[in-house]
């Protein structure tokens, strides 16, 4: 069974930082280029970033120079360190695996909320 737990979010002033971090278990991890995702208000969820297996990555455009994803395979857990955060970055973040079209995906967690406000 996949469980996907996303914590970090919170309440950032922009500018500031954040380090998402999400835990995984079941097979979802293994050998999967794993993913961060996110959904505004009002918007459908969109991907931010992405990893394979052995820690190459790639990032949309809102999230190059910001972002930086990153893996412990050993532990499981997919990171998403957001710096030189905006307020357009404002929504739920969700980690799962790869896929271009995220809605193909079934299972998700809970996701963590991230606000971007002065």
């Known amino acids: 069974q996949v469980q996907l737990v996303e914590s970090g979010g919170g309440l950032v002033q922009p500018g500031g930082s954040l380090r998402l971090s999400c835990a995984a278990s079941?097979?979802?991890?293994?050998?999967?280029?794993m993913a961060w995702y996110r959904q505004a208000p009002g918007k459908k969820r969109e991907l931010v970033a992405h990893?394979?297996?052995?820690?190459?990555?790639t990032y949309q455009d809102s999230a190059k120079g910001r972002f930086t994803i990153s893996r412990d395979n050993a532990k499981k857990m997919v990171y998403l360190q957001m710096e030189r955060l905006e307020p357009e970055d404002t929504a739920v973040y969700y980690c799962n695996e790869f896929l271009w079209n995220p809605d193909a995906l079934d299972a998700w967690g809970q996701g963590t909320l991230v606000t971007v406000s002065s």
């Open positions: 990893i394979t297996e052995g820690s190459l990555t």
């Open positions: 079941g097979s979802i991890f293994n050998g999967n280029s």
